[in-house]
Nanobody, 121 residues
């Protein structure tokens, strides 16, 4: 069993910053790509940013230059530093990870429960 637990969401004014964290725990042998997705009311869930084990990152165009994803492999943790926040960043942010529970096991994809980020204008 693998759990992903996010923290760090909240209410912030336009132009403010927040830092999200996501810790993976449970039966984990290794974690490949970790990422952050978001879902605003009435919209589909979308990729915000992802990072590989080696540190290669990928960002949605809408957040490039404002958000930074990073990870601590020793702690099975991924972070999302969000700066210059805009009202359109308001959404539930979900952590995602591809996890291998045993050495030769296939990768399984896991989701966190989500954390609300609200940016007021």
């Amino acid at each position: 069993q693998v759990q992903l637990v996010e923290s760090g969401g909240g209410l912030v004014q336009t132009g403010g910053s927040l830092r999200l964290s996501c810790v993976a725990s449970g039966s984990i042998f290794s974690i490949n790509t970790m990422g952050w997705y978001r879902q605003a009311p009435g919209k589909q869930r979308e990729l915000v940013a992802s990072i590989t084990t080696g540190g290669r990152t990928n960002y949605a165009t809408s957040v490039k230059g404002r958000f930074t994803i990073s990870r601590d492999n020793a702690k099975n943790t991924v972070y999302l530093q969000m700066n210059s926040l805009k009202p359109e960043d308001t959404a539930v942010y979900f952590c995602n990870a591809d996890v291998r529970v045993l050495m030769k096991a296939p990768l399984y994809n896991y989701w966190g429960q989500g954390t609300q980020v609200t940016v007021s204008s």
